[in-house]
T-cell receptor, first 113, second 113 residues
C-alpha cells in the first residue's frame, strides 16, 4: 500500500451543495495532487499543492479549490455541485513538486444527485 | 490528435499467453513515460517507468519509440491476476510534477482461464 489515505470513502450529495474531501500524504512526501476520474476515463489533473500553495492547476473551474496543511495533508473543496461532478476523486502524493511519480490513495467516490 | 491515446480494449487473452499494447502521444518533446495499473474500482498504482533504452521488470517489458511517438507494454506468461486496466502516462507539458502529466483512458485487459 502507498500510505496515502483519503476520507470519506463514499459520499452522496445533492446538486448545488458543497463538499470537502480529505487526504493524508505518504510519509516523506511534501506534494499532493488531486485528480478527478469519471467512469471509463483516465484521471484528470485538478491541481497540485506544494508547501501549502497551489502549484499548478488543470482545466477545472474556480469552484474547485483546495488547501494544504503544514503536515502536508490536503483538502479538496467543491462548491455548487453539478451532476457531472460525480466521479472518483483521487489524491496522490509525490516526493517533491517536480516528481512525476504519483502514489495514489484509494479515492473518494462522489455521487451528485 | 489526442495528447495520449490508448486502445480501450478489452483485450481478452488466455492465461499463459503474451499480450502487448501501445500508447501514442502527441508531444514530441515529452521526456517521461509511465505505465500504471488500475484494478476495478481501485486506485492507479505505478507499474513501471519507461526508459529510452527499454526496461524489463519480471514478466513486464516497457519500450519507447520516439520516432513514432509511442510506448508499449508487453506482458509475458500472463496470469489471471494481470487482469486490470493499464494506464499510459506521459508528461505532455513542461509543468513540474503532476501538472505536466496526462493520463490515457486506459486499456482493459482480461486474462481468461
Amino acid at each position: 500500500e502507498t500510505g496515502v489515505t483519503q476520507s470519506p470513502t463514499h459520499l452522496i450529495k445533492t446538486r448545488g451543495q458543497q463538499v470537502t474531501l480529505r487526504c493524508s500524504s505518504q510519509s516523506g512526501h511534501n506534494t499532493v495532487s488531486w485528480y478527478q476520474q469519471a467512469l471509463g476515463q483516465g484521471p484528470q489533473f485538478i491541481f497540485q499543492y506544494y508547501r501549502e500553495e497551489e502549484n499548478g492547476r488543470g482545466n477545472f473551474p474556480p469552484r474547485f479549490s483546495g488547501l494544504q496543511f503544514p503536515n502536508y495533508s490536503s483538502e479538496l473543496n467543491v462548491n455548487a455541485l453539478e451532476l457531472d461532478d460525480s466521479a472518483l476523486y483521487l489524491c496522490a502524493s509525490s516526493l517533491d513538486f517536480g516528481s512525476y511519480e504519483q502514489y495514489f490513495g484509494p479515492g473518494t467516490r462522489l455521487t451528485v444527485t | 490528435r489526442k495528447e495520449v491515446e490508448q486502445d480501450p480494449g478489452p483485450f481478452n487473452v488466455p492465461e499463459g499467453a503474451t499480450v502487448a499494447f501501445n500508447c501514442t502521444y502527441s508531444n514530441s518533446a515529452s521526456q517521461s513515460f509511465f505505465w500504471y495499473r488500475q484494478d476495478c474500482r481501485k486506485e492507479p498504482k505505478l507499474l513501471m517507468s519507461v526508459y529510452s533504452s527499454g526496461n524489463e521488470d519480471g514478466r513486464f517489458t516497457a519500450q519507447l519509440n520516439r520516432a513514432s511517438q509511442y510506448i508499449s507494454l508487453l506482458i509475458r506468461d500472463s496470469k489471471l491476476s494481470d487482469s486490470a486496466t493499464y494506464l499510459c502516462v506521459v508528461n505532455t507539458r513542461s509543468g513540474g510534477g503532476a501538472d505536466g502529466l496526462t493520463f490515457g483512458k486506459g486499456t482493459h485487459l482480461i486474462i481468461q482461464p
